[in-house]
């Protein structure tokens, strides 16, 4: 009786150390952002094929974040492997999230550096015509500042040489500062009409008061 009883106790704890085994090599597995079947099987002592089984999945490449897997492990290496992930995740963040704020940062830089080089070429293609129109103003300003020197030079010449350069000098019917036919004045014989009635009699006989001076040196009149 004491030997039968020896072997049913026996029994019962064998069965009590095989359950607990059970249990302890049974584990849920929530599914986080990043997992796979293969990396769960390999922090769990388990294998793939193993968890495609349990979980009857059509596709072990095909897991949903927050899905609940069935392994086979060990409960403290599950415990300890799951916090190792957690705190490798939670310390990794900041490493993406400071690696994502620098390449921002990188690419505005070369953004506002790319913005800046188009601006001043753009200026400096905008300034280059700017400098040609002044230089070309400049130049032309300074072709009619002489050709007006000489214009003025020549016209004086004439009137220094026809009347010593006054309005009211007179030579039978020529008048004035610039000798002119009292028929060209119109009974006018003021300052400011000799110089405009001079003025179109020389453009349109001449062209130029240069040319009116040659003219004169020419035949000794204009």
Do not use: C
Request: without cysteine; neutral net charge; glycine residues 4%.
């Amino acid at each position: 009786m004491k030997i039968k009883n020896a072997l049913l106790s026996t029994a019962a704890a064998t069965a009590s150390l095989f359950a607990i085994g059970a249990t302890a090599q049974a584990a849920t597995v929530t599914v986080k952002a990043g997992d796979t079947v293969s990396q769960i099987a390999l922090d769990h002592n388990t294998t793939v094929d193993a968890i495609q089984q349990a979980n009857h999945l059509k596709d072990v490449n095909l897991i949903l974040v927050g899905q609940q897997l069935e392994v086979n492990g060990d409960d403290s290496a599950t415990t300890t492997t799951t916090t190792t992930t957690t705190t490798t995740t939670q310390t990794s963040q900041p490493a993406a999230t400071t690696q994502s704020s620098s390449q921002t940062t990188n690419q505005a830089s070369q953004s506002q550096t790319s913005q800046s080089s188009q601006t001043q070429s753009s200026q400096t293609q905008t300034s280059t015509p700017a400098a040609k129109t002044t230089t070309q103003q400049s130049t032309s300003s300074t072709s009619n500042y002489s050709n007006n020197s000489s214009e003025s030079a020549a016209k004086a010449w004439i009137a220094n040489k026809e009347s010593g350069g006054s309005y009211s000098a007179r030579n039978g019917q020529y008048i004035g500062k610039y000798q002119l036919s009292a028929s060209y004045l119109n009974g006018d014989y003021s300052a400011a009409n000799q110089e405009r009635v001079a003025n179109n009699y020389v453009a349109s006989r001449y062209g130029s008061w240069a040319n009116a001076k040659s003219h004169w040196l020419a035949n000794n009149w204009y």
